[in-house]
């Protein structure tokens, strides 16, 4: 679903943008993507993006990761909801900097046998095993979350 420019403007200036972002892990390691777009252009975030109009949130997610990194994934569970708030936006109005609703899904590859093959909103991927200095303080957040949440004394 394409949104018109002069439209898509206007929603950023009047409401937050729900979206879906997905904690992929294989392995013991998480799948980036690195962003190619305003708000995080250049930046390694979890694949993700906005939920359409009547879309389960489920449905979004898979879609999502279909979408952005070409594989079936199988939900494990939802992590939580968070948000932010971007100082600059795709536009030059700073009323559209984006507000964003992000609920959050732990999945998996729903095959041994995937390939990675990321859309045009990327420019690379990549797995990593820890948090890194330069993720996004969101990314840190949701990871930390992720972390306290699979520690051994919470299996």
């Known amino acids: 679903m394409i949104i018109n420019k002069k439209d898509y403007e206007k929603i950023l200036e009047v409401m937050p943008i729900c979206c879906v972002d997905l904690i992929i ?10 962003r190619k777009n305003k708000p995080l252009k250049g930046k390694w ?11 389960k949130l489920e449905k979004a997610a898979t879609r999502k990761a279909f979408e952005e990194v070409g594989i079936n994934i199988k939900i494990e569970r ?9 100082r600059k936006g795709p536009f030059q109005n700073p ?6 609703i992000n609920i959050v899904f732990i999945a998996k590859p729903a095959s041994k046998n995937f390939e990675i093959k ?19 303080n969101y990314v840190k957040e949701v990871l930390d979350d992720y972390k306290k949440l699979i520690s051994p ?3």
């Open 153 to 155: 004394k919470n299996l």
């Open 45 to 55: 975030c979890f694949p993700g993006g906005r939920i359409y109009k009547n879309e």
């Open 118 to 136: 990321i859309d045009k909103q990327s420019s690379e991927y990549k797995w990593f095993d820890e948090i890194k200095k330069e993720f996004p």
């Open 95 to 100: 009323k559209t900097n984006p507000h964003t």
């Open 25 to 34: 892990s294989y392995k013991g390691e998480i799948l980036f993507v690195k």
């Open 78 to 86: 939802k992590l939580g909801v968070y948000e932010t708030f971007f």
